[in-house]
């Protein structure tokens, strides 16, 4: 097997490397290890292909960060980097690949699919929710409502919450799932929003994690592979369902870690599978 300094190949720190990373992919399919130093790389939706996901919302083509096709024998080292990737897409995409081992890497969505708003006022009739712009990118829209943004210029309007106590960060005792009051909202200024709740029960300070986003992708999606192993890799967030294995044989996942980036200030990781 032979070893692949990624960086001495046109892989930069801090630079988009989705072309790059795959085109090196394409040129040594067979008996690699491809080795990176540790820093942070960027994804964009660079690639489509018209896989068809299961549990996962319609759409033609999908989206690809990292494309491995019928790959064999080859080990990834990430070396512990921070893979960061913008809008819908999958992370990692393996097809058809044969003895793959992925490894030392945690993965993000800088932009992510859910938002997280802080109560501030709860009355009989109305919520009132603090949402950080610069963590959430959103517009408002008076009688549409709040439109959040997640990269390439894609934005999605809210649609549902989850409530989360705010000393232990766990869901709360109150039904708060997926109600749907967010066509009448008024902006109160300081990134304030008001929504019309009636009855709404709840405690000032508790977190809303406000779900906007469809599941069009897959943190990892793997089809019709054999023999694939994944080790240390940490999602902070992802495009839809966290891993996706279909036709597959013969995987092993060691390590694998779906948490929120509280560095980021986030409780949440996702709102799929």
Partial sequence: MKTIIVNDFGIREGEDITEALFSLFESNKTDTEFVFRKGTYFFSPKFEHPYSLSNTDFIETHKLGIWMKGMKNVRIDFGGSRLLFSGHMNGITCDRCEDIKIENAVIDWPEPFVAEGIIRRITGKHLDLYIDSKKYPHTFVPKNGLKFHYGNGEANYLWAFRQ?????????RYDSGSVNFFSNVEY??????RFEAKNFKGDVGNICVLRHSLRNNAGIFMEKCTGVELTDITFHSTSGIGCLAQFC?????????????????????????
């Fill in 249 to 273: 044989d013969t995987l092993s996942f060691r390590r694998i870690h779906y948490t929120p980036n509280k560095e980021a200030g986030r409780i949440i990781s996702g709102c799929r599978d």
């Fill in 188 to 193: 109160l200024g300081g990134e304030v929003y």
């Fill in 164 to 172: 989360y106590e705010k000393s232990s960060r766990t869901i709360t």
